[in-house]
């Protein structure tokens, strides 16, 4: 079987993972900070909180955000469901921009457009989620002037992203957003098994991540309301939730770390095989990458939208298993209860009804790739 996504673990990803269990820490420990630093210092930004998934970092990036009821948060349509469900946990309404065709990122003219009509409306969005799809990053800069035109705050989805850079900066490093989040599940760039992360320059918004990811505790005296009994107290001063990661993830994140640029490396060498590999073949593949920018946690193309099923089903039946990102969300049934319906978001359905994810991770062979390509073309010469 040949996997759309894989993890890759080393011997010395299961020896750091030995060490936490031979230790006193297997939770709340000092591994937890060393991971952080690690992803900090990749990303180039100060703060970095370790939460127990990538959907937990982007819950708590909203609350850390302020976004409650009467407030509104746009995403993209073409992402997993929980760019968008975070802000329905915090009771806020959600709204989507349409993606360019050619990035499948979300548009910033798009964008620039709905902002105005909002404004006339009154219904300006408090958050914008823009999400990097399949490692590329958005056009941060255009994003981030329409932010301060239109007084709205930015988190970035980075769950793709881990390893990639925009413009000479890393993707992390919140140069134009106020806090970024990235996942470490076994198919993203480096995992913890299941994992998140929130990066921040803001001191104040990294230091209520922190709390919130842990009830909302704190055991700070400077921050206490009333009397401070002694070196046991806390005191809860904000709603949290245990959203906290094991010393145990930890280990084999801070692991992981060590080898991101050989599997980033590694991603791009196979995207540049696909890309010779793929040429004369009926397909339309992702759209360049001149820098070599993306992490390329995706390798998605497409196919004549009255063959996709066949040429899925075609490689499903030789044991490769391609997937497809993403359903758009809004055509999901729980947002369609709230209003959305098809037509509403053209570019991304367009797109939903012609991609295939081919394999792409590090544990691909060359030799596996050429399986992938011969059978693809065989399905697509079956079909004319």
């Known amino acids: 079987m040949i996997r759309y996504g894989c993890q890759s673990i080393d011997d010395a990803d299961k020896a750091a993972v030995q060490a936490v269990l031979d230790s006193v820490w297997l939770t709340q420990g000092p591994t937890i900070g060393r991971f952080e630093q690690a992803v900090a210092s990749h990303c180039a930004v100060p703060f970095a909180t370790a939460v127990s998934n990538g959907t937990a970092a982007l819950h708590l990036s909203c609350l850390a955000l302020g976004v409650g009821p009467g407030d509104a948060v746009w995403t993209s349509p073409n992402t997993f469901v929980a760019s968008a469900n975070c802000a329905l946990y915090c009771g806020a309404k959600v709204d989507f921009v ?29 958050v914008v989620i823009p999400v990097h799809f399949s490692g590329r990053s958005c056009d941060m800069e255009a994003i981030a002037a329409l932010a301060r035109e239109f007084g709205f705050r930015v988190i970035e989805d980075a769950s793709h992203a881990l390893g990639a850079s925009y413009r000479g900066t890393p993707v992390g490093c919140c140069r134009h957003a106020d806090i970024t989040v990235t996942s470490f599940h076994p198919v993203k760039l480096i995992t913890t098994g299941e994992g998140g992360m929130t990066l921040t320059r803001d001191e104040a918004v990294g230091k209520r991540l922190a709390r919130l990811r842990s009830h909302g505790i704190t055991s700070d005296p400077a921050l206490a309301e009333g009397e401070w009994d002694g070196p046991w107290f806390y005191q809860q001063i904000d709603l949290g939730y245990n959203y906290r990661m094991t010393d145990l ?9 060590k080898r991101l ?4 490396a590694r991603r791009r060498a196979l995207v540049r095989r696909y890309r010779e ?13 001149a820098d070599d920018d993306s992490a390329w946690h995706l390798f998605v193309i497409r196919v004549a939208a009255a063959h996709r099923r066949a040429v899925f089903e075609a490689l499903r039946a030789a044991d490769i298993m391609v997937n497809v990102h993403y359903i758009p969300v809004h055509l999901q049934p729980w947002y369609r209860r ?5 037509g509403d978001f053209p570019e991304a359905e367009d797109y939903y009804r012609e991609a295939i994810t081919l394999p792409l991770h590090p ?9 992938v390509v011969a059978t693809l073309a065989a399905a697509l010469a079956r079909l004319g």
Do not use: Y
């Not at 404004?119 to 969005?125: A, E, S, Y």
């Not at 709230?338 to 098809?342: I, K, S, V």
């Not at 544990?363 to 399986?371: I, K, P, R, T, V």
């Open 261 to 264: 640029p050989q599997f980033v």
């Open 338 to 342: 709230l209003g959305f319906r098809p």
């Open 277 to 289: 590999i793929l040429q004369d073949l009926p397909v339309a593949l992702p759209a360049d990458d």
């Open 363 to 371: 544990q691909l062979s060359d030799a596996d790739q050429d399986f």
């Open 249 to 257: 993830q930890a280990a084999l994140g801070e692991s992981q770390m």
């Open 98 to 126: 349409d993606i360019d065709r050619a990035t499948l990122n979300l548009d910033p003219a798009k964008l620039a457009d709905k902002l105005v009509a909002a404004r006339r409306d009154g219904c300006l969005p408090k």
